[in-house]
C-alpha cells in the first residue's frame, strides 16, 4: 500500500515562489513515476507535470512550463514540485501522484496523495 504525503503548501504573492515535497513510502520509489495534480475549486484535477523513474525525462502542462520545475531525490523516497513567478491561477490544491509503468506521463498515474493546498494572492 502506497503512501504520498505532501507538504510545503502555502500563501505567497503573485510573483513569489513554494516548494512542495512528496514523501513516498510501501513501495521501491525508484520503480515508479511521479508527478503532480492541481484542483481548483469548482474545476477538475489537471495534470501539472511528472518525472520518469530516474529523472532523466520530464513532462509539463503548458500552463506551467518554464516556471515550474520537478524533481525526484530516490534516496530520499521524494520528488519536489519547485514553483516560481506563482500566479493567481495556479491557487489550488496540489497532489502528489505516482506511475506504475513508471513512465511519469500524464494517464499514467494511479495513487495521489491527500493533496497541500497552495493560495497565491494578487
Known amino acids: 500500500q502506497v503512501q504520498l504525503v505532501e507538504s510545503g503548501g502555502g500563501l505567497v504573492q503573485a510573483g513569489g515562489s513554494l516548494r512542495l515535497s512528496c514523501v513516498a513510502s510501501?513501495?521501491?520509489?525508484?520503480?515508479?513515476?511521479m508527478g503532480w495534480f492541481r484542483q481548483a475549486p469548482g474545476k477538475e484535477r489537471e495534470f501539472v507535470t511528472g518525472?520518469?523513474?530516474?529523472?532523466?525525462?520530464?513532462y509539463y502542462a503548458d500552463s506551467v512550463k518554464g516556471r515550474f520545475t520537478i524533481s525526484r531525490d530516490n534516496a530520499k523516497n521524494t520528488v519536489y514540485l519547485q514553483m516560481n513567478s506563482l500566479k493567481p491561477e495556479d491557487t489550488a490544491v496540489y497532489y502528489c501522484?505516482?506511475?506504475?509503468?513508471?513512465?511519469?506521463?500524464?494517464?499514467?498515474?494511479?495513487?495521489w496523495g491527500q493533496g497541500t493546498q497552495v493560495t497565491v494572492s494578487s
Open positions: 501522484a505516482q506511475d506504475p509503468t513508471g513512465w511519469g506521463t500524464r494517464t499514467s498515474f494511479r495513487s
Open positions: 510501501g513501495r521501491t520509489f525508484s520503480n515508479y513515476g
Open positions: 518525472i520518469n523513474w530516474s529523472g532523466g525525462s520530464t
